[in-house]
């Protein structure tokens, strides 16, 4: 990954921090890894660590303590081709939602959230997670399971309450 790509990444992933923290309280912060470390073939590595070590191993936002059942991905990119997810299918969506559910626990609350450039930002989670207030939204289907894609802070003014509730 380029510098520059690093720095949008990290920036936005800064921005995320500070919005979760002022909507949900507590703090939030970016994860010096990613799930990869926990993700997917090297799942056997979560037996050997505490609850706080995985947790901040899963994603690229750390979630405050009171929160441990969050798990979030964080994406910045330059563009994304919006009528693939009308047609439901988006390998790059796919991707981002692999990264984001591979390391989850069962019961994690887990969001994917991603900002296209000039466009807007906008936030992904699994149907059946919880019957969240939205407004706008599309449903994503992949792999069989339904994903919600809808305004990341339209979503999070709606529902702050709900999520600090299902994530402690």
């Given amino acids: 990954m380029s510098s520059a790509a690093k720095?949008?990444?990290s920036s936005w992933e800064r921005e995320i921090c500070d919005k979760l923290s002022k909507s949900l309280g507590g703090s939030f912060t970016r994860s010096m890894n990613?799930?990869?470390?926990i993700g997917g073939k090297n799942s056997h590595r979560k037996s050997s660590?505490?609850?706080?070590?995985?947790s901040a191993m899963k994603g690229d936002i750390?979630?405050?303590?009171?929160?441990p059942k969050l798990n979030i991905e964080a994406k910045n990119y330059k563009d994304i081709?919006?009528?693939?997810?009308i047609d439901g299918c988006c390998q790059q969506l796919d991707g981002w939602i692999d990264q984001t559910e591979e390391p989850a626990e069962e019961t994690d609350v887990s969001f994917t959230i991603f900002k296209i450039t000039r466009k807007g930002s906008w936030i992904v989670y699994r149907k059946t997670l919880h019957d969240f207030i939205v407004d706008s939204y599309v449903v994503y289907n992949k792999d069989g399971v339904e994903y919600v894609i809808t305004n990341f802070e339209v979503f999070l003014q709606n529902n702050s309450e709900t999520i600090k509730s299902i994530a402690k």
């Fill in 62 to 67: 750390i979630p405050p303590d009171e929160l």
């Fill in 34 to 37: 990613s799930g990869a470390f």
């Fill in 7 to 9: 720095r949008k990444g």
């Fill in 81 to 85: 081709k919006f009528h693939q997810l």
């Fill in 49 to 54: 660590l505490s609850g706080n070590q995985i």
